[in-house]
């Protein structure tokens, strides 16, 4: 007989066990019946401002970059200018080795003093011809001969002027001068180094007019170009000055669209003012444009827009500066979400401005619904 009381009393114990922890599941699944608030995270509708921006990204340039090559081909003969080097217009920046081109300038004035010597001669027996035409001593025909030889005479000379002019200009090109006040950004040549002119004009030197005064070529998405302007203020940072703000203002919208995966694109020049000489042609600008600003209005946070309970199909949410005429959020009320239209204006990605509707200041609004997860962990009894 002791041994069954024995074994009855694990039973017992186990059975007890099994009683409490039901009784405890079912507990929290009454007390999650009875709070369906908890459900909910919910967010209050404030006041605030909401500064709309356009974010994008763009390299800083000179406003005017000249690129100078030359006209005439030959070898490097000095260099007078490197990099950084300061210059006014009609400085010399370098020169080719002009011997061929002096020696084609002689040759051209020999073949001028010849063809000169010859317009005498042809000068002087059509003057000649003339006189024994008149005494009858020569044809008419002998008459037009003459004529034609000083013609051809004169031809020559012109001829030989034009050739004498072209070379000359061949041998000024020889010495690169800077067409503009500026800096010398970029020199791509060195002493001793040939370059060829045949095709395509070589670049020698890159200038910039006035590092004082720069730009920021950025691209804009077509959705995003109607809220620009010119005159906006622009507000940048650098890598190499992460902790100092830059600002600027929109300075053109050029009409041309740039098409890349069909996606379509306009470029957008910043206008900078660089007088302390810190920012540097090539840098990259992160740019971002003011296009809209509401000081103390009514404003929800962007999740209630894009909350939408189980069994409601709700709006699409709203994007990051898009305006809508109308949109649904859920306002908890005794514990269950109250769908509301509101008017929508605008949006900075975290907060969105309402123009219209049933809300108010300090409306709890719901951004996320948490009994979803719940649900799926809640647990039963279950006996083997």
Same mark, same amino acid.
């Given at each position: 007989m002791p041994q069954p009381n024995r074994n009855i009393r694990p039973l017992l114990a186990a059975l007890l066990l099994f009683a409490a922890i039901g009784g405890g599941a079912y507990w929290w699944q009454q007390r999650n019946a009875s709070q369906p608030q908890d459900k909910y995270k919910t967010q209050a509708v404030e006041r605030g401002n909401i500064a709309q921006t356009i974010s994008a990204n763009g390299t800083l340039n000179p406003v005017t970059m000249v690129i100078v090559g030359t006209q005439v081909s030959g070898t490097?003969?000095?260099?007078?200018?490197?990099?950084?080097?300061?210059?006014? =217009?009609?400085?010399?920046?370098?020169?080719?080795? =002009? #011997?061929?081109?002096? #020696?084609?300038?002689?040759?051209?004035?020999?073949?001028?003093?010849?063809?000169?010597?010859?317009?005498?001669?042809?000068?002087?027996?059509?003057?000649r011809a003339q006189l024994q035409f008149q005494k009858g001593f020569i044809s008419a025909d002998a008459l037009d001969q003459a004529k034609q030889q000083?013609? #051809? #005479?004169?031809?020559?000379?012109?001829?030989?002027?034009?050739?004498?002019?072209?070379? %000359?200009?061949?041998?000024?090109? !020889?010495?690169?001068?800077? =067409?503009?006040?500026g800096v010398v950004v970029a020199r791509n040549v060195d002493v001793g180094q040939t370059v060829a002119a045949s095709f395509q004009t070589p670049t020698l030197f890159q200038i910039a007019a006035d590092l004082k005064d720069m730009q920021i070529e950025t691209s804009i998405a077509e959705a995003d170009i109607g809220s620009v302007q010119i005159g906006q203020t622009v507000r940048f940072n650098v890598d190499a000055f992460q902790e100092r703000p830059f600002s600027g203002k929109v300075k053109q919208i050029r009409l041309n669209p740039t098409v890349q995966q069909n996606v379509v694109t306009y470029n957008v020049v910043v206008a900078v003012n660089n007088a302390d000489g810190v920012l540097l042609p090539g840098m990259t600008g992160h740019v971002m444009i003011g296009v809209g600003k509401r000081d103390n209005v009514l404003r929800v946070p962007n999740a209630a827009l894009r909350f939408k309970p189980k069994k409601d199909d709700g709006d699409e949410p709203v994007k990051k500066g898009e305006k809508r005429s109308g949109t649904t959020v859920y306002r908890l009320e005794q514990g269950q979400p109250k769908a509301l239209k509101i008017k929508t204006g605008l949006s900075d990605g975290a907060y969105t401005e309402i123009l219209g509707g049933e809300l108010k200041e300090?409306?709890?609004?719901? !951004?996320?619904?948490?009994?979803?997860?719940?649900?799926?962990?809640?647990?039963?009894? %279950?006996?083997f």
């Amino acid at each position: 007989m002791p041994q069954p009381n024995r074994n009855i009393r694990p039973l017992l114990a186990a059975l007890l066990l099994f009683a409490a922890i039901g009784g405890g599941a079912y507990w929290w699944q009454q007390r999650n019946a009875s709070q369906p608030q908890d459900k909910y995270k919910t967010q209050a509708v404030e006041r605030g401002n909401i500064a709309q921006t356009i974010s994008a990204n763009g390299t800083l340039n000179p406003v005017t970059m000249v690129i100078v090559g030359t006209q005439v081909s030959g070898t490097v003969k000095k260099l007078h200018a490197d990099f950084n080097s300061v210059v006014k =217009p009609g400085q010399i920046l370098a020169e080719l080795d =002009p #011997a061929l081109f002096e #020696a084609q300038y002689l040759q051209d004035q020999a073949n001028l003093a010849s063809a000169k010597a010859n317009l005498d001669l042809m000068q002087a027996k059509h003057q000649r011809a003339q006189l024994q035409f008149q005494k009858g001593f020569i044809s008419a025909d002998a008459l037009d001969q003459a004529k034609q030889q000083l013609a #051809a #005479a004169h031809a020559q000379v012109a001829l030989s002027e034009a050739q004498l002019k072209r070379d %000359r200009t061949n041998l000024q090109y !020889t010495v690169i001068r800077s =067409p503009i006040s500026g800096v010398v950004v970029a020199r791509n040549v060195d002493v001793g180094q040939t370059v060829a002119a045949s095709f395509q004009t070589p670049t020698l030197f890159q200038i910039a007019a006035d590092l004082k005064d720069m730009q920021i070529e950025t691209s804009i998405a077509e959705a995003d170009i109607g809220s620009v302007q010119i005159g906006q203020t622009v507000r940048f940072n650098v890598d190499a000055f992460q902790e100092r703000p830059f600002s600027g203002k929109v300075k053109q919208i050029r009409l041309n669209p740039t098409v890349q995966q069909n996606v379509v694109t306009y470029n957008v020049v910043v206008a900078v003012n660089n007088a302390d000489g810190v920012l540097l042609p090539g840098m990259t600008g992160h740019v971002m444009i003011g296009v809209g600003k509401r000081d103390n209005v009514l404003r929800v946070p962007n999740a209630a827009l894009r909350f939408k309970p189980k069994k409601d199909d709700g709006d699409e949410p709203v994007k990051k500066g898009e305006k809508r005429s109308g949109t649904t959020v859920y306002r908890l009320e005794q514990g269950q979400p109250k769908a509301l239209k509101i008017k929508t204006g605008l949006s900075d990605g975290a907060y969105t401005e309402i123009l219209g509707g049933e809300l108010k200041e300090g409306d709890l609004l719901i !951004t996320r619904e948490l009994g979803q997860k719940k649900k799926e962990g809640n647990f039963g009894l %279950r006996l083997f």
